[in-house]
């Protein structure tokens, strides 16, 4: 069993920044990040995919060109880098994992991921 704690997020301005954390307490293949703005269902954001001794983000096209996603695996650690927020970014983001090397047309996908952190909210408003 892997455990996530996310932290980093608050209450920004429109055009602000924010950089969220997720910890994992284990090792993983597949760290992603999801949100779910209010009233709307869960959407992917993006995701770091371990390969051999590196590996790859991808993104999701909700903040896709305002979002770079960064991992220390020494720290088990996922790092979310937002820029240029919106409001309509206004949402709970939600870190996910999984122990197994997904495919890459799989990693938007909620259910490919069996760990999750509680949630960090993040409002954008002025």
């Known amino acids: 069993q892997v455990q996530l704690v996310e932290s980093g997020g608050g209450l920004v301005q429109p055009g602000g920044s924010l950089r969220l954390s997720c910890a994992a307490s284990g090792r993983v293949a597949v760290m992603g990040w999801f949100r779910q703005p209010p009233g709307k269902e869960r959407e992917f954001v993006a995701a770091?995919?371990?390969?051999?001794?590196?590996?790859?983000?991808y993104y999701g096209d909700s903040l896709k060109g305002r979002v770079s996603i960064s991992r220390d695996d020494a720290k088990n650690t996922m790092f979310l880098q937002m820029n240029n927020l919106k409001p309509e970014d206004t949402a709970v983001y939600y870190c996910a994992s999984t122990s197994r090397t997904l495919i890459v047309s799989s990693l938007g996908v909620s259910t490919e991921y069996e760990y999750w952190g509680q949630g960090t909210q993040v409002t954008v408003s002025s």
């Open positions: 770091f995919r371990r390969i051999g001794g590196g590996g790859n983000g």
